[in-house]
Nanobody, 114 residues
Framework: VQVVESGGGLVQAGGSLRLSCAAS????????MGWYRQVPGKERELVAH???????NYADYLKGRFTISRDNGKNTVYLKMNSLQPEDTAGYYC?????????WGQGTQVTVSS
């Protein structure tokens, strides 16, 4: 499975971005997927997760600012990020949850200026 993220960039505090994650493979729809983020020198932390059936869960610290969704017809998962703050600056990594292991993308950088 190939996983490719896009949509990162530089945004001012209070702004929004939408990240996309495209995964190859004809059985995309059976896997849960999600996003982690990582700041250099810190551990990678879960941002959001979506099951094959569309059930979602989010990190508590997000306080409802982010929304994860999926389009199985396009083999794509999205992360809509609103009210971005400088502390959201990180590399954002998409994964496909295979159960025993995860397939990861290369990541996309999000930088929020104050």
């Amino acid at each position: 499975v190939q996983v490719v993220e896009s949509g990162g960039g530089l945004v001012q505090a209070g702004g929004s971005l939408r990240l996309s994650c495209a995964a190859s493979g004809s059985i995309f729809r059976v896997y849960a997927m999600g996003w982690y983020r990582q700041v250099p020198g810190k551990e990678r932390e879960l941002v959001a997760h979506i099951t094959s059936g569309g059930r979602t869960n989010y990190a508590d610290y997000l306080k409802g600012r982010f929304t994860i969704s999926r389009d199985n017809g396009k083999n794509t998962v999205y992360l809509k990020m609103n009210s971005l703050q400088p502390e959201d600056t990180a590399g954002y990594y998409c994964y496909v949850d295979r159960g025993a292991y995860k397939d990861w993308g290369q990541g996309t950088q999000v930088t929020v200026s104050s």
